[in-house]
Structures are given as C-alpha cells and as structure tokens.
C-alpha cells in the first residue's frame, strides 16, 4: 500500500471518530428530547442520527479492516467491506424512512397533537448545530472512498433533517399549529429515502461486477487497440473491488513476428503503463496471445 493511500486512511479514521463523538451525543440528547417533548420529528432526526452513527461506526470498522493487506485466503484484502457497510446502512435508513413515515401519518389521522415546542427547538437547534461540525470535519474524505462518501452525505442528510425539526418547532411556537411536529417528521422521512437509494445503488454497481461509472470500456479496447504489435483484444473485464478501486483484465492478441523477436514483454510494459496513466487503473492483467491462439480458444467474449 501506497504511503498516500495510508495517510489518507488514517486521516479518515480521524474524521470518522470525531464525527461518532458528535453524532453520538446529539443522538441521545434528542432521543431524550423527544421524550420529554412528545415530538415525533426529533425522534425521526434520533432515527436518521442513529443510522449515521451505525454508519459511521461501520465506515470506522470497514477502513481499518480495508487497510489490512491482502492474505492468501482474502487476496484482494478486505476492501469489499466497505460496501457491504454501505449496504448495511442503506437497509438502516429504509427501515427508519417507513416506520417514521407511519406513525406521521397515524398521528396525523388520528390528530394526536401534544407536543412541547419550547424543549422541541432547543434541542432541534443543538442538532442542526452538531450537524454543521461534523460535516466539517468530514468535508474532504468524501472523494477518497465510497466509504467516506456514505458519512458526508449521511451527516448532510440529516443537517436538513435538523433544520426540517427547528423549523417546525418555529411553527408550532409561533403560531401554535401542533401538526407541523408530524409534518416535520414526514419531511424528514423523505429526506432518508433518495439518500438510501443512492447508497444501494452505488452497493449494487459494484456487487455485480458493473464497470465503475467513469471507465469506458469501448475506449480502452480501443486505446489498446492502437498499440503497435496488438492485432485483437477479447476478454475484457473491468470491476471495482470498492469504489475508486478499478481492476481490469484482458485477452491481446500479438503480431507473431513480435512473439519471435521476444519484444512481448516490452509491450506489456506498454499495455500496463497505458492503462495506470491514462485510465487510471492500478491493477491490470493481460494474457498476450500469439495470432495463431484465438481461434483455438473457441468461444471468445469480447
């Protein structure tokens, strides 16, 4: 592992604890607001805020278990477990999006409507203002891992989560209208749903082995392609092991009289720096063929 790659990772692991430290002691002050209160919004936001506590205890875990070097047994490492974190809070954040959902509603219908707003917007305020720290601190490990990613957007989440609470704490103070507490709470409920989607999406690209969104496949074939002594490329697999991990491998077809002079390995040479620098994949593998080998192989996947 690179001495970059390591410096990151203990960076992140900075920022993750100091945000669980945050996240952890908002969590708990609104849970007890909310049962002094009555307000089901500043339980929505505990909800949201327990989710980003799981979250980042989970992304705590997963970037020291990342950065364990590969093993026999695990040969890639144990990166892949970053996105199952990030499947875990996904599932998290649908369980909490419905059942604050639900009970909104319920209270809405039935019009249960006794809240406290003065305890309510104190303790939303403390949230709303906890919410702005931690994003600080996460701001930056964002675009180093799909790990990072899911706690700055979890942590951005439940920032308007937290405004969506004060404001109707606001509401009900001003003007004494007690259902703007359920309201509030639906927002919140559907604020966790587009973010959960994201979340599982992103899981879902990289469990079925999908190309990363920024690789094109056809222009690295073809990149390939052009390179003197290359006749065809068949075979070709790019996936991501985590996110910002790329692994690609391919079949090349060589000019025989290229084989005979012995320059194959100056090529590979050629084919694996093409790839680091202009594609930016670290881990390629290539299998050269002379011509002569592919019609031998049958049926060849391009």
Partial sequence: MSHDHHSHASGDRRRLVVALAIVATVLVAE????LVSGSLALLADAGHMASDAIGLVVALIASVLAAR??????????QRLEVLAALVNG???VAVAFSVGAEAVRR????ETEVQATPMLVVAAL???ANVVALFVLRGGDRTSLNMRGAYLEVLGDLFGSIAAVVGALIILLTGFASADAIASLVIAGLIVPRAFLL???VA?????????DTDVAEIRNHLLETDGVVEVHDVHVWA??????VFTAHVVVDDALFARGDAGALLARLNGCLANHFDVEHSTFQLEPAGHSAREGNAHR
């Avoid at 809405?108 to 019009?111: E, M, S, T």
């Fill in 31 to 34: 849970v007890i607001g909310a």
């Fill in 241 to 246: 092991i985590t996110s910002g991990s790329p």
């Fill in 205 to 213: 690209r990289v469990l079925t082995e999908s190309a990363p969104r």
């Fill in 108 to 111: 809405l219908v039935a019009d």
């Fill in 127 to 129: 949230g709303l203002a």
């Fill in 91 to 93: 599932v998290i954040l």
């Fill in 69 to 78: 070097p590969a093993t026999d047994r695990h040969t890639f490492g144990f």
């Fill in 200 to 202: 599982l999406r992103d």
